[in-house]
């Protein structure tokens, strides 16, 4: 349940500030996450409406 409520503020932030490259660790457990299939299908899901999101800048 952790990872459930962890994820969409951690993608969200990385989104608008990113820091993977700053927070190695923190990195790993977005990637890990992003790997699991369900997660992978909710982000593919959700990528016609980037574009809604603020300050979207045609990443994802």
Do not use: Q
Not at 25 to 53: G, K, Q, T
């Amino acid at each position: 349940m952790a990872d459930c409520a962890a994820l969409p503020s951690l993608y969200f932030t990385d989104y608008v500030v990113p820091f993977r490259e700053s927070h190695p660790n923190l990195a790993a457990y977005i990637a890990r996450l992003e790997a699991r299939p369900s997660v992978a299908r909710v982000l593919e899901e959700m990528r016609p409406w980037f574009h809604n999101f603020p300050f979207a800048d045609g990443k994802g």
